[in-house]
């Protein structure tokens, strides 16, 4: 009798276990490669038996009466039964509920919206890299919580520029960083480049990374390293120089690139995103590299000619742990104007060791000042045409609204040293406009569920009806704002205030009419650039004559006295200080006032150099930088 009930235990032990492994874990979104308006991609991974591969769904969330089926595949080790399933067939800019698995192991309900009819609505979507941990477990501890800040921003989708566990062949860091992602993996899709921590030395479906991530499929290696998506009136391309990344391979991507850019021709944005920065700033000491140099597996030779072809608006990296914007460059040279040239950005700040501001035995280090500075004690990193650099943990929240795409760079609570809110705040904003013409058949908006998650950080640019109205092509292509609300909900609104000097469409840009200087405002595009762009990246700003340090002193003190017309308070100014020309100018023209945390300026503009630690700080902070270099 014993013997039976221990029998009976077991086998019931056994049937408990085995339904608990079979449940649906990490749940993820990606983004179609062509059809987001009416599709969408949705994975999930079990163990066991590989037997339920179904999504309930629809537009209430008492009411998934829809259901499709997919496939399932057996990944690396612990990572178990790959579930994916395409739906098709939805309704563009909807919001959909739906759960996962099946055969009584359902996942929570959770929601996504689909994409806009191409140029019919706003696209929001996040731009960050590297949230990696610095050690071994995979996933930084801080990505959480970003990760929870860009859901909450209610963006459809993050790009991301690559480094996302620490040690790509290490399938438990992969594992951990499933497990980290999957509160917020199911309503925001995650669109990666591979970094080169992120790869296990295969490369194609074998990848650990591959095997994760259900992303479009190129034809050209006939794998996932790289893809391009639509998405609205965008298109994006992930390039991959962690694989594929010898001479021919770099030449083969650069030609598909070339050719998909060419398929996509009728987008209004066209983005391109990978791990190694074209363009970076950087110290090299001969015996020790501070930082990850530009170029550095070569594929400028091969990359920046397609970029330059097909003008692309704005390639995204990652490597270097912080932030730089540059002016628009063309064939490795600034340019005056969007119009002429693509805007690179390194966005390697959300979750590894940053180059933020450290204390050792008493000194104030500033890695940023170092790297991103010129002419310090013979030491110069900034690169040509290096704008604005920043230390802070961050993502980069891009609305793109017709013609007008405006990105407001967001400090994060987690920073190096701890996680507070007061961390929270607006780097830069950095508008771009240029002639749009609304498509004629957009019919009826979106529609479908209640504001939940998806909805939550909304902004008030996301929902105007306007996103078709044509800009007036004649006003500036490119702004700059210094804007440094310090609360992420409110961040939006203060970004677009700053910024109403440069909407292209003031009938129709909701915020212009709150803001009270436009007429006043002078041109930003004159704006006192000439203080550290000496390499005449905006050209126009040469015409202000004026001596570029005096310049740079009148900007810095005006921004220090303004009221705050806009949010009728004092900010933080993130950035610490000026964060650059062009943010002088900014501030100067909008009246926002700026408290600087100690540690003054620590943009790229080097005008006061490094502040009175030296060389010992220089050769403490080499110190440092070696310790924290784990790269390869
Ligand atoms: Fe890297």
Redesign the pocket.
């Known amino acids: 009798m014993v013997s039976r009930i221990s029998l009976l235990a077991a086998m019931v032990a056994s049937a408990v276990a085995a339904s608990a492994v079979a449940a649906p874990r990490w749940v993820r979104l990606a983004v179609p490669a062509e059809t987001p308006e009416s599709a969408e991609v949705i994975s999930w991974n079990t163990d066991g038996t590989p037997d339920a591969n179904t999504v309930e769904y629809g537009i209430a969330q008492n009411a998934l009466d829809k259901s499709a089926s997919g496939k399932s595949f057996t990944a690396k080790g612990k990572l178990g039964i790959v579930h994916e399933v395409t739906l098709t067939g939805l309704q563009p800019d909807t919001k959909y509920f739906y759960r996962v698995g099946g055969a009584g192991d359902w996942s929570s309900v959770r929601s996504f919206r689909t994409a806009p009819k191409a140029g019919c609505g706003p696209v929001k979507f996040i731009a960050s890299g590297?949230h990696r941990s610095d050690d071994s477990a995979g996933p930084n501890p801080k990505w959480a919580s970003i990760l929870g800040e860009m859901h909450a921003s209610g963006a459809q989708f993050i790009i991301e520029t690559?480094?996302l566990v620490k040690d790509g062949d290490d399938i438990n860091q992969w594992y951990n960083h499933m497990e980290m992602a999957q509160a917020k993996s199911g309503e925001i899709a995650l669109m990666p480049s591979f970094?080169?921590?992120d790869t296990d030395n295969v490369k194609g479906a074998t990848a650990a990374y591959n095997q994760i991530w259900s992303l479009p499929h190129n034809d050209a290696a006939n794998n996932e390293d790289f893809y391009c998506f639509s998405y609205g009136h965008a298109v994006f391309c992930a390039l991959s120089t962690a694989t594929h990344n010898d001479a021919a391979g770099l030449a083969m991507q650069a030609k598909w690139l070339d050719k998909e850019l060419t398929k996509h021709a009728d987008k209004t944005w066209k983005f391109v995103f990978f791990?190694h920065p074209v363009h970076t700033s950087y110290i090299d000491l001969k015996f020790l590299d501070l930082n990850?140099p530009p170029n550095e597996v070569k594929q400028n030779e091969h990359f920046v000619p397609v970029f330059d072809k097909h003008h692309v608006d704005v390639v995204f990296a990652?490597?270097n742990h912080f932030y730089e914007r540059f002016a628009p460059m063309k064939g490795g040279a600034p340019v005056g104007s969007p119009k002429d040239g693509t805007v690179y950005i390194t966005t390697g700040g959300a979750g590894a060791f940053t180059y933020d501001e450290i204390d050792v035995l008493g000194f104030k280090i500033e890695p940023m000042k170092v790297i991103c500075a010129e002419g310090i004690l013979g030491m110069s990193g900034k690169a040509k045409g290096s704008q604005v650099c920043s230390g802070k943990h961050h993502f980069i929240e891009v609305d793109l609204n017709g013609g007008e795409f405006k990105a407001i760079v967001r400090s994060t609570a987690a920073q190096n040293f701890g996680t507070a809110d007061k961390n929270k705040g607006v780097i830069e904003t950095v508008t771009l406009s240029k002639a749009f013409a609304a498509p004629q058949n957009c019919g009826t908006s979106g529609s479908g569920g209640d504001a939940g998650a998806t909805d939550a950080g909304s902004t008030a640019d996301a929902g105007t009806a306007d996103a078709g109205s044509a800009p007036d092509a004649s006003t500036s292509d490119l702004q700059v704002a210094d804007a440094t609300a310090p609360d992420t909900a409110a961040a939006p609104d203060t970004a677009s205030a700053l910024d109403a000097p440069t909407a292209p469409d003031t009938a129709t840009t909701p915020d212009t009419a709150t803001t009270p200087d436009t007429a006043t405002t002078p041109d930003t595009a004159t704006a006192p650039d000439t203080a550290t762009a000496p390499d005449a990246a905006l050209a126009p700003d040469v015409a202000t004559g004026q001596d570029a340090d005096a310049v740079a002193a009148d900007a810095d003190t005006a921004a220090g006295t303004q009221p705050d017309t806009k949010t009728g308070g004092t900010v933080q100014d993130l950035s610490g200080g000026n964060l650059g020309p062009l943010d002088a100018g900014g501030g100067t023209s909008t009246g926002t006032a700026t408290s600087k945390p100690a540690g003054g300026d620590s943009g790229c503009s080097g005008r006061r150099g490094v502040s009175n630690t030296g060389w010992f700080a220089a050769l403490v902070l080499a110190g440092w930088i070696a310790r924290r270099r784990v790269?390869a």
Do not use: A, E, I, L
């Open positions: 590297d690559g480094d970094g080169n921590h791990h990850h990652g490597h790269s």
